[in-house]
């Protein structure tokens, strides 16, 4: 309903090689193993049966940290 909020900060750390590179989440880091970061999605509610959420990816490669990946990400959800 509205004004109803939800959020999550998670860490992740994914070594090199350490799955198949089809599982892993491809926002983060376009799939890549050997990544570290941070994820933050912040959701809230528009009415009883819509949400407007807001993820931000902030990752970096492990094994050259000059290597940077960040994302921005708008969804709309509707239920019907």
């Keep these: ?5 939800h959020s999550k900060l998670q860490y992740q750390s994914l070594q090199e090689d350490a799955t198949l590179d ?3 989440d ?3 880091f376009g799939g890549k193993t050997g ?3 941070w994820e933050l999605i912040v959701s809230f509610g ?3 049966k819509t949400t407007l959420s807001f993820d931000y990816y902030m990752m970096e490669d492990m094994l050259d940290s000059d290597l940077t990946n960040t ?3 708008t969804d709309l959800s509707v239920t019907f």
């Excluded at 309903?1 to 909020?5: L, M």
């Design 22 to 24: 089809i599982f892993p």
């Design 35 to 37: 990544i570290k970061g």
């Design 46 to 48: 528009l009415s009883k």
């Design 1 to 5: 309903k509205w004004g109803d909020w």
């Design 71 to 73: 994302i921005f990400q």
């Design 26 to 28: 491809s926002d983060a």
